[in-house]
């Protein structure tokens, strides 16, 4: 007996001395420790539409180490149905580590007669012990449909045959969904139509929900135009909504004038020193009246040009008149060819101006004193020679 009893104190000095015998696999701690775990996404409370499924794209953060971490939800209202998703596939974890973010997809269905209030869900990544949640909010509401308007402070504009015509006009989406937005023009074919966003000449822009858009609108007439009211049709369309702005170009008239001669030489003649009347046509080949044209000349120093009338005070369109413009060169003109410009100013309407090529004779007096000298000099040297010729 007493042997026993030493044997059992020396089988239990040795059991407490013996080393502890390694943990099992399932104690045993994991190999690479982690640290930071962190999940997120960047829009966590967004407003979605009745019946709509949202995709929520979600971040796997680590700050040190590399593990795989575990997906779940903790909180999904009732009748919800949510799944990760990645590479095209449902997930329940994915791999991270320190200095890259693990990325994937959380899915979120409502149920087919969802009601239109807030709510709320809760996902969790966990791995190694470590836990992180992520807390989310849908606000659902009838989302308002797509709708696009148009606004412009002057429809109407007026100018001439030459003006382009701008409208400032203001383009607005409406509804709460972003469109892609095509813009069409419809106009007589001589006007060219142009729609610019901030400078650019533009066919399509985007425009997001509840958001403006600043148009330019240029109808630039293609020639000489007549006078008239012209209609311009601005179209815009993007999804299921269109709209349209009726626009209007005036075109009023405009005189255009044109000097030339009733025989349609521009050329004439004029002695120095005397006053010679130059017949000259007044022509309006504009769509509106002239009035009061003022005439005016310029040419060589010291010439004198004066017009009978100086003063057209109306001339009708597609109509002409006859003016008198009575040049005086110089007293001291050589002979030969001078150029004279002659101006047309209406009121109203650009000018006009026309050069007229004036050759300057002599006066014929000069020439027959000059034959009568020469005659007087020749009847002395032959009376010389006659009565010298004799002695």
Not at 132 to 137: D, G, R, V, Y
């Amino acid at each position: 007996m007493r042997k026993f009893f030493i044997a059992l104190t020396v089988l239990l000095v040795l059991l407490v001395a013996m080393p502890a015998l390694p943990a099992s696999a399932e104690d045993t701690p994991p190999v690479g420790s982690v640290s930071g775990l962190t999940v997120f996404t960047t829009y966590p409370d967004q407003v979605i539409g009745l019946g709509e499924t949202v995709n929520i794209p979600l971040k796997v953060r680590l700050e040190s180490g590399a593990a795989t971490v575990k997906l779940e939800m903790k909180q999904l209202p009732e009748g919800w149905d949510a799944s990760f998703k990645g590479a095209g596939r449902i997930v329940q974890s994915v791999y991270a580590e320190a200095g890259t973010d693990a990325s994937v997809d959380l899915r979120l269905e409502p149920p087919t007669q969802v009601a239109a209030e807030t709510y709320r869900f809760v996902v969790v990544a966990s791995s190694n012990g470590i836990t992180a949640e992520l807390p989310i909010t849908l606000t659902v509401k009838a989302k308002t449909p797509p709708r696009l308007t148009f606004d412009t402070e002057l429809p109407v504009l007026k100018g001439t045959p030459t003006t382009t015509f701008r409208y400032d006009v203001t383009l607005k989406n409406e509804g709460d969904e972003d469109l892609s937005v095509n813009i069409l023009a419809e106009a007589p074919n001589f006007f060219l139509i142009k729609v610019k966003l901030s400078g650019q000449e533009i066919t399509n822009l985007p425009v997001n929900a509840n958001e403006s858009k600043r148009l330019s609108i240029e109808a630039q007439p293609l020639g000489d135009i007549p006078a008239g009211t012209y209609p311009i049709k601005i179209n815009a369309q993007g999804g299921s909504a269109d709209a349209s702005l009726d626009l209007t170009a005036e075109v009023t008239g405009q005189p255009q004038l044109s000097i030339t001669a009733p025989d349609g030489r521009l050329s004439g003649q004029a002695y120095a020193g005397r006053e010679t009347p130059l017949k000259i046509l007044l022509v309006n080949k504009g769509t509106a009246t002239a009035r009061a044209i003022q005439l005016s000349a310029s040419g060589t120093t010291g010439w004198n040009i004066e017009f009978e009338p100086k003063t057209v005070e109306e001339l009708p369109a597609n109509q002409q008149i006859e003016v008198t413009a009575k040049v005086r060169p110089s007293d001291k003109a050589v002979a030969g060819d001078y150029m004279l410009t002659l101006r047309a100013q209406p009121a109203e309407g650009p000018s006009q101006s026309t050069d007229f090529r004036i050759t300057v004779l002599t006066s014929t007096l000069w020439g027959v004193v000059g034959i009568v000298l020469i005659a007087i000099a020749v009847g002395v040297v032959a009376l010389a020679v006659f009565r010298f010729g004799r002695r």
